[in-house]
């Protein structure tokens, strides 16, 4: 069965500095996706990133990129010149590829603190 | 006007009593579900649709029932509240299994 995991449940980061939010997973699958949301306290769940597995190229999104180790099932989040506004809850999610029974699985999360 | 939208944002009841929970959206998706999240455990899939005919038991399904009552809308219900489902319940959508899930904003349920 699938799973991801997380195994940092709070890390600290110094504004303006770097932060690298760690994710595992373990799949027989070939073809899949991976995502990071953002959960501020606000409670909402936010997309962060997109990194589809047949894809070499870490995908970016501005200060946000991921470190993706395919044969090591690993998917890191770096944040780059971290703000204020980047505290928060961090899931790591996987997904199976289109079709076929629904199996979207999350991380238990890791919670930022961003330090002025 | 939001895209997923939950109601009640927040509530607080009685053990026994019947919750209903509502979703609705307007993002036009097929596929909608129903997510339970608790401290330390992260986001844990209590029932799924992926179209008005077809429902689906998630991981955590037990005391609670759905109602598709159409594309745009997916229900949740307790149907005799017990306090250890106290909890943040999220309604999501997605286009397809490769593609982001839309979150609402959740609902946090205190059941006393």
């Known amino acids: 069965a699938q799973t991801v995991t997380q195994s940092q449940p709070e890390m600290s980061v110094q504004e303006a500095e770097t932060v690298t939010l760690s994710c595992t997973y373990d799949t027989s699958e070939s073809d899949y996706y991976l995502f990071w949301y953002k959960q501020p306290p606000s409670r909402q769940m936010i997309l962060v990133i997109r990194q589809e597995a047949y894809k070499q190229q870490n995908a970016t999104e501005n200060r946000f990129s991921v470190n993706f180790q395919k044969a090591a099932k690993s998917f890191s989040l770096k944040i780059s010149d971290s703000q204020l506004g980047d505290a928060a809850m961090y899931f790591c999610a996987y997904s199976p590829p289109t079709s076929g029974t629904y199996k979207y699985i999350f991380g238990t999360g890791t919670r930022l603190k961003v330090l002025a | 006007d939001a895209d997923v939208t939950q109601t009640p944002r927040n509530r607080i009841t009685k053990t026994g009593k019947r919750i209903m929970l509502e979703c609705s959206q307007t993002?036009?998706?097929?596929?909608m579900y129903w997510y339970r999240q608790d401290p330390g455990l992260g986001l844990q899939l209590i029932y799924y649709s992926f179209d008005v005919k077809d429902i689906n038991k998630g991981e955590i399904s037990d005391g609670y029932s759905v109602s598709r009552q159409a594309q745009a809308k997916f229900s949740l219900s307790l149907e005799s509240a017990i306090p250890n489902q106290t909890a943040l319940y999220f309604c999501a959508t997605s286009r397809g299994n490769n593609q982001p899930q839309h979150f609402g904003d959740g609902t946090r349920l205190s059941i006393l």
């Open positions: 993002k036009g998706h097929d596929r």
